[in-house]
């Protein structure tokens, strides 16, 4: 397993993260966090540490710089701003492609909240690309202007009890024209942080993600 701190550009600024990669990674996942987070979110971290079990690559990085994030922290205002996140997410994509050594890996993205709506916008954009996506508690509604355009296979994961989102999962869920598949995790909340329940977002990511990012297209 090798995992390193990586940099970036992103239009005008440049991003950190953190790249994992098992030997003879079956795909790599990019993690899009949600609202008022990081790459340091210890919900996604736990979840890529079970994709790198499965021989699955991850990068983790910033949406925001340390500069925006004190402006967020106090207007609140760029964690929703999802085309900036969507283009955020786009750069990471572009530079994670043009590394010698990912020539032809598939990729994925696991976006959570707000995260969940960049993940989908930034797939539209590179459909060959994206080849599966897994949004966990998401603000997909943030993304009802792309919905009928995703191609990649998406996954909603949402908890039983975050019934606002749920309902707006349902309804983004509706407008999806390519493959996909809505698991609600019983008795869940927002944060899947009752026993067990992170544990099967991480069991339910995986399975898709391997499904989707498959040793015989790499």
């Not at 390193?4 to 994992?20: D, H, Q």
């Not at 996604?44 to 925001?64: E, H, I, Q, S, Y």
């Not at 085309?83 to 032809?104: C, F």
Request: with cysteine; net charge neutral; hydrophobic share 45%.
């Amino acid at each position: 397993m090798k995992s390193i701190e990586v940099r970036f550009p992103a239009g005008e600024v440049m991003l950190g993260g953190n790249l994992t990669m098992p030997v003879e990674a079956n795909g790599v996942v990019l993690f899009a966090h949600g609202s008022g987070s990081s790459r340091l979110s210890p919900r996604n971290k736990f979840v890529a540490g079970v994709l790198n079990g499965a021989g699955l690559g991850t990068l983790l990085f910033d949406l925001l710089t340390k500069e925006e994030e004190a402006i967020d922290l106090r207007t609140g205002r760029l964690r929703f701003d999802v085309s900036l996140l969507a283009q955020r997410l786009l750069a990471a994509t572009d530079w994670l492609l043009a590394q010698s050594d990912m020539h032809g890996v598939r990729l994925g993205y696991f976006g959570a909240s707000t995260g969940g709506a960049a993940a989908l916008v930034a797939a539209v954009e590179r459909p060959q690309a994206i080849r599966g996506i897994v949004c966990r508690g998401s603000r997909t509604d943030r993304a009802a202007g792309v919905l009928a355009e995703v191609i990649a296979p998406a996954l909603f994961i949402v908890g039983e009890a975050d019934s606002q989102v749920l309902r707006w999962n349902r309804e983004s869920f509706a407008e999806l024209r390519g493959e996909k598949r809505l698991e609600i995790i019983p008795g869940a909340t927002h944060l899947f942080e009752e026993p067990g329940k992170l544990e099967e977002v991480a069991r339910l990511a995986t399975g898709w993600f391997l499904k989707h990012l498959k040793p015989s297209a790499l």
